[in-house]
C-alpha cells in the first residue's frame, strides 16, 4: 500500500494512494473511527490494516496537495554517512579526509531536526548569507514501524512499516567549517520528503535504484545493493541502547555524484530543481531558491 499526507479541501489527512490511478481515499473515510496522523496509522497499522480495502472509487490526486508524508517527524531523523562505496570515496579528501575509521568499521550516524522537513514540490531556501555550498543528498529513508531496542539484524527488516524518499540538502562548507554534521544539515527545508510512503510488503528495499539529476542532467545512480552497510545493520546500530519507536526514520546514504564530488565543485544555485527517483516508490522534486 502507499499512504500520503494531503491538504484537501483545506484540511491535512492522512490518505491511502493509488499512485497508478492517482486517486487517493482519506482514511477518515474508509475508517470512520479514525482521526489520526500519519505517526497514528504507522502505531495503528496492525489493527488497521484490514479496514483498508476501499470499495468505491477514489478522489482525483490532483485536487489535493501533496505534503511530506510524515510532515513533523516526532524525532530528530536518524541519518548515515558514507554508506556507498563510491560516494566514501569521492568525498575522501574532504569530508572524510580526518576520519581515522575504515569504510567498513562502523556506521556514521548523525541526525536532521525534524523542522527541517518540507514536501514535495516545496522550494528548498539557500542560506546566502551562511552558506554558498549547497549540496543535494539522494536518499532511501525507512520508517520504523515496531518499537524495539537492541534489535538483532536478524530480526530488524520485521520493525519495518515502510519506505520513502528524502533529499538530505547539506552546507558543505558549513559541516566542514564545525567538523560535524547536524547544523550544516538541519537548515529550514534542508529536507524535503515523500511523495508518500509504500509500505515494506510491496517493496524489497535492499535491491532497488536510486537516481538524481540536477536540472535534468543525471548526477547520481545506483543500487541499494551497493551499501555498505545495509539496511539491517543500520537498524541494528540505530538500536542498540536507543529504543526505536513507530514513526522514526533513518535516512540510509546517499550515492556517489553529489556537487561536492564533481571537479569542479557543483553546488546548487538559485532555480536549480533536484528530482529523485527511486524504484518502487515515486519521484521526489524540489525547486532551490
Given at each position: 500500500?502507499?499512504?500520503a499526507t494531503?491538504?484537501?479541501?483545506?484540511?491535512?489527512?492522512?490518505c491511502?494512494?493509488?499512485?497508478?490511478?492517482?486517486?487517493f481515499?482519506?482514511l477518515?473515510?474508509?475508517?470512520?473511527?479514525?482521526?489520526g496522523?500519519?505517526?497514528?496509522l504507522?502505531?495503528?497499522y496492525?489493527?488497521?490494516?484490514?479496514h483498508?480495502?476501499?470499495?468505491a472509487?477514489g478522489?482525483?490526486l490532483?485536487?489535493?496537495?501533496?505534503?511530506?508524508?510524515?510532515?513533523?517527524?516526532?524525532?530528530n531523523?536518524?541519518?548515515?554517512?558514507?554508506?556507498?562505496?563510491?560516494h566514501?570515496?569521492?568525498?575522501?579528501?574532504?569530508?572524510?579526509?580526518?576520519?581515522?575509521?575504515?569504510?567498513?568499521?562502523?556506521?556514521?550516524?548523525?541526525?536532521?531536526v525534524p523542522?527541517c522537513?518540507?514536501?514535495?514540490n516545496?522550494?528548498?531556501t539557500?542560506?546566502?548569507?551562511?552558506s554558498?555550498?549547497?549540496?543535494?543528498?539522494?536518499?532511501?529513508?525507512?520508517?520504523?514501524?515496531?518499537e524495539?531496542?537492541?534489535?538483532?539484524?536478524?530480526?530488524?527488516?520485521?520493525?519495518?512499516?515502510g519506505?520513502?524518499i528524502?533529499?538530505?540538502?547539506?552546507?558543505?562548507?558549513?559541516?566542514?567549517?564545525?567538523?560535524q554534521?547536524?547544523?550544516?544539515?538541519?537548515?529550514?527545508?534542508f529536507?524535503?520528503?515523500?511523495?508518500w510512503?509504500?509500505?515494506?510488503?510491496?517493496?524489497?528495499?535492499?535491491?532497488?535504484?536510486?537516481?538524481?539529476?540536477?536540472?535534468?542532467?543525471?548526477?547520481q545512480?545506483a543500487?541499494t545493493?551497493?551499501l555498505i552497510?545495509?539496511?539491517?545493520?543500520?537498524?541494528?546500530t540505530?538500536?542498540?541502547?536507543?529504543?526505536?519507536?513507530p514513526?522514526?526514520i533513518i535516512?540510509?546514504?546517499?550515492?556517489?555524484?553529489?556537487?561536492m564530488?564533481?571537479?569542479p565543485?557543483?553546488?546548487l544555485?538559485s532555480?536549480?530543481?533536484?528530482?529523485?527517483?527511486?524504484?518502487?516508490?515515486?519521484?521526489?522534486?524540489?525547486r532551490?531558491?
Open positions: 500500500m502507499k499512504f494531503l491538504k484537501y479541501q483545506d484540511i491535512i489527512r492522512p491511502l494512494i493509488d499512485s497508478d490511478k492517482e486517486q481515499w482519506p477518515a473515510d474508509l475508517i470512520k473511527e479514525f482521526n496522523d500519519m505517526n497514528q504507522v502505531l495503528e496492525s489493527q488497521l490494516s484490514a483498508l480495502a476501499p470499495d472509487q478522489r482525483p490532483v485536487e489535493a496537495t501533496i505534503l511530506a508524508p510524515i510532515p513533523r517527524p516526532r524525532r531523523i536518524f541519518c548515515v554517512g558514507r554508506n556507498y562505496h563510491a566514501a570515496k569521492e568525498l575522501s579528501e574532504t569530508v572524510f579526509r580526518d576520519s581515522n575509521k575504515k569504510t567498513d568499521s562502523w556506521p556514521i550516524v548523525f541526525t536532521k523542522e522537513v518540507v514536501g514535495p516545496d522550494q528548498v539557500l542560506p546566502a548569507d551562511i554558498s555550498q549547497i549540496d543535494y543528498e539522494a536518499e532511501l529513508a525507512l520508517i520504523i514501524g515496531k524495539g531496542k537492541n534489535i538483532s539484524r536478524e530480526n530488524a527488516l520485521s520493525h519495518v512499516f519506505y520513502t528524502v533529499n538530505d540538502v547539506t552546507a558543505r562548507d558549513v559541516q566542514m567549517r564545525h567538523q554534521w547536524d547544523l550544516g544539515k538541519s537548515f529550514d527545508t529536507c524535503p520528503m515523500g511523495p510512503i509504500v509500505t515494506a510488503d510491496e517493496l524489497d528495499a535492499t535491491n532497488t535504484q536510486v537516481r538524481c539529476w540536477v536540472n535534468d542532467q543525471l548526477r545512480e543500487s545493493t551497493d552497510f545495509d539496511l539491517p545493520s543500520l537498524i541494528e540505530c538500536s542498540r541502547g536507543i529504543t526505536l519507536y514513526g522514526d535516512a540510509t546514504g546517499t550515492p556517489a555524484g553529489v556537487g564530488g564533481m571537479t565543485p557543483q553546488y544555485r532555480g536549480d530543481t533536484v528530482r529523485i527517483e527511486i524504484d518502487g516508490i515515486g519521484t521526489l522534486s524540489n532551490f531558491a
